[in-house]
């Protein structure tokens, strides 16, 4: 039986996790929040303690943290004399790492578990928390072909869609252009929608419009950011996430670093960026980034 370390159980982690307890495995987990773990172990996992508990016995780990600090924190260790889990895995323990982060922690962190014998991948996820629940998401992997291989073993039980990016840190690279066009498209459904509502149409007639039009695309598919026009979508749910405005800004942030790195025009995701950036210190941080739509509501008619 594959033993796996399932490391963060947040709105993605958790759906993801179950599905590998679903598929059969055992699933050791452990998240800084002791309610999560317990939820978990409800549904069939094994709770631990600490990310050393996790790791007993384990031939591979999953992690599913916020960003680059929290995950080289966990990998490589921290500025508190914690030992990173490179330093006390079982030899030939598998790592994979599906947080969204910069490429250059991404290698980092490779190029470590490397030099100690071991394997790592890069694996961000896209689908969001619907496609975490239903097993469907996308991974964009960087890393060997060895590696890649083998993660595709324990990838397959949460996801469709696995491709390999190329080597170490492409997998983020792939993410990073993804998430600056969601953000992109975020934003223009939003404005699009509302621009439709102040004139008078209907917005589940105007969605349904240009979901047979050219303006088509997955957020206005999937995720419709005006409230009540898709039963499933966090708009109609309070925008309760989902995936955070917060994260969703870390996101184009690592988009514009990597543009500003290798001197690339990103007008419209600096724009993107921006108008997250303002959505965020309006006290919108743990929403669902598609409240963006409240941002363009006018409040005075
Ligand atoms: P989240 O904040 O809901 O979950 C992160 C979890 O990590 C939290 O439960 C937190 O307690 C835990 N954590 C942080 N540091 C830890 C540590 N040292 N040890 C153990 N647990 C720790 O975030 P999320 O929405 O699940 O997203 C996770 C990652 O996936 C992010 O990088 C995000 O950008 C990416 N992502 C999210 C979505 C989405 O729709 N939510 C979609 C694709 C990718």
Not at 37 to 52: C, K, R
Not at 226 to 237: G, H, L, Q
Request: glycine share 10%; charged share 15%.
């Amino acid at each position: 039986m594959t033993t796996i370390a399932f490391i963060g159980l947040g709105n993605m982690g958790a759906p993801m996790a179950l599905n590998l307890v679903k598929a059969g495995c055992r699933v050791q987990v452990f998240d800084l929040v002791e309610q999560s773990v317990e939820q978990l172990a409800s549904q069939g996992a094994v709770a631990a303690n600490s990310i050393e508990e996790a790791l007993s016995g384990a031939n591979a780990v999953v992690t599913m943290l916020p960003a680059g600090e929290h995950v080289r924190a966990v990998y490589l260790g921290d500025h508190q004399g914690n030992k990173g889990l490179i330093d006390v895995v079982a030899p030939n323990t598998l790592l994979i790492d599906s947080s969204t982060i910069d490429p250059d922690s991404a290698r980092l962190v490779a190029s470590y578990a490397q030099s100690k014998g071991l394997e790592f991948v890069d694996a961000p996820v896209s689908g969001g928390v619907a496609g975490a629940a239903a097993g469907s998401l996308t991974f964009i992997v960087g890393g060997s072909d060895k590696a890649f291989d083998k993660a595709e073993q324990v990838l397959k039980h949460m996801g469709k869609n696995i491709f390999h990016a190329g080597k170490a840190g492409d997998g983020q690279m792939g993410k990073i252009c993804n998430n600056l066009m969601l953000g992109i498209l975020m934003s223009g459904t939003c404005e699009a929608l509302n621009l439709g509502i102040e004139n008078g149409l209907d917005p589940n007639v105007l969605s349904q419009i240009m979901l047979q039009s050219s303006g088509r695309n997955w957020a206005l598919e999937l995720y419709n950011p005006c409230p009540d026009v898709m039963e499933t979508a966090p708009a109609s749910n309070g925008y309760q996430p989902g995936f955070m405005t917060k994260l969703m800004l870390k996101d184009l942030g690592l988009g514009l670093d990597t543009a500003a790195k290798s001197q690339t025009s990103v007008p419209m995701g600096s724009l993107a960026r921006n108008l997250f950036a303002f959505h965020n210190a309006n006290g919108n941080a743990e929403k669902d980034f598609s409240s963006l739509f409240e941002f363009y509501q006018s409040k005075n008619k």
